[in-house]
């Protein structure tokens, strides 16, 4: 059965990590049957990284809060997580439904695709997303 996304569901939960004054920094999107709905969200980095579990394939949208000395300013990545348990075809069914929730979440700076724990470490990430960045203006303090 091909997959499908609740697009509005979806988009409202995009909405809320996208807003600067929501406490949400990041939202999932799972799979419930052959649909992408949304999952968890809240407010805490290390709550996201309980929910990739070795078992399940989910999305992520999150919000991390970049910058150097001159700017603060939000980046938003994309994270599609893949547990080492999760099955073959299942894993290459992961790389096209993608496209459906890309039809959401439409502006990240960076995309990732997860299947280690260690590299959902929130420095890492950061780090990423700062390389992706452009300009970094902390080099004038070291």
């Not at 290390?46 to 603060?72: E, H, N, P, Y």
């Amino acid at each position: 059965m091909a997959t499908k996304i609740d697009k509005e569901a979806c988009r409202e939960a995009y909405n809320l990590v996208r807003d600067d004054g929501s406490a949400v920094i990041w939202v999932t999107f799972k799979y419930d049957g052959s649909t992408i709905v949304p999952g968890e969200q809240g407010a805490e980095y290390q709550d996201f990284i309980q929910q990739c579990t070795d078992d399940i394939r989910l999305f992520a949208f999150v919000r991390f809060t970049t910058g150097d000395a001159m700017s603060k300013r939000s980046k938003f990545a994309l994270i599609t997580w893949i547990g080492e348990n999760v099955s073959g075809l299942q894993r290459a069914k992961t790389g096209t439904d993608k496209t459906l929730v890309k039809e959401v979440v439409q502006n990240f700076a960076k995309e990732f695709v997860i299947s280690d724990r260690k590299e959902l470490e929130e420095d890492f990430i950061k780090n990423e997303l700062k390389k992706a960045g452009g300009a970094n203006y902390d080099a004038q303090a070291e």
